[in-house]
């Protein structure tokens, strides 16, 4: 059963829009939230985290917003831009689970020019 | 300058071999993890270390074993090759906690099991 979902598999934006990409999360102990983005055949680098106590972090164009009751966070990209396009990963952390980082499916965006 | 190498970047190998992957990192970071990437599943965390030899198991560790004798080395094994083991192997190592300091991944290894 996954506990972090990202239910898009793909999302397609013109540059300079907005992207929004949404997660969903089951678990109550998840106490912080990262967002990752990954460039073909490179690893998965940090983008934006937040915690669990928080409603919205940003960070330039990225924001993260929380809806705690709802168990869901989403990423807004504002504006988007061609190199933005990568594989977004949305990330989860158990406050009784260590140090270790519960991933969603991940989900792919392309930013037209 | 890269703080994490994973070695090899590519490799095939024939069912019922074993295979060793290596993580180096010059960061000095205390936690390291192994990770798989699978289309649909995203990340799924195969073993992780929190120390010199302080290992423990993650979400999908059959098949697996990993071993750390130093800091900057971390080593994955596949003890018997098995073609649902093919996929792309990810590294990673934190300072601390990832929700503070995140992770940082390596660029990972792409492993075939014919």
């Known amino acids: 059963d996954q506990q972090v979902k990202q239910n898009s598999p793909s999302l397609s934006v013109q540059e300079g829009r907005i992207s929004i990409l949404n997660c969903d999360y089951t678990n109550s102990m998840f106490d912080y939230f990262l967002w990752y983005k990954k460039y073909p055949a490179e690893g998965p680098t940090f983008l934006i985290s937040i915690s669990s106590i928080k409603d919205k972090n940003e960070d330039g164009r990225f924001t993260v917003f929380l809806n705690k009751s709802a168990k869901h966070l989403s990423l807004h990209i504002v504006p988007s831009q061609p190199g933005d396009s990568a594989v977004y990963f949305c990330a989860a952390r158990s406050n009784n689970a260590g140090n270790m980082l519960t991933f969603g499916g991940g989900t792919r965006l392309m930013v037209k020019p | 300058d890269a703080g994490i190498t994973q070695s090899p970047r590519h490799k095939v190998t024939e069912t019922g071999t074993p295979v060793t992957l290596r993580c180096h990192q010059t960061?000095?970071?205390?936690?390291m993890y192994w990770y798989r990437q699978d289309p649909g599943h995203g990340l799924r965390l195969i073993h992780y270390?929190?120390?010199?030899?302080?290992?423990d198991k993650g979400e999908v560790s059959d098949g697996y074993s990993v071993s750390r004798s130093k800091t900057e080395d971390f080593l994955l094994t596949l003890e018997s090759a098995t073609s649902s083991q093919t996929s792309v192997y990810f590294c990673?190592?934190?300072?601390?906690?990832?929700?503070?300091?995140?992770?940082?991944f390596g660029s990972g290894t792409r492993l075939t099991v014919v």
């Open positions: 270390s929190y120390g010199v030899k302080d290992t």
């Open positions: 990673a190592t934190s300072l601390g906690g990832p929700a503070i300091y995140g992770y940082t």
């Open positions: 960061e000095n970071h205390r936690y």
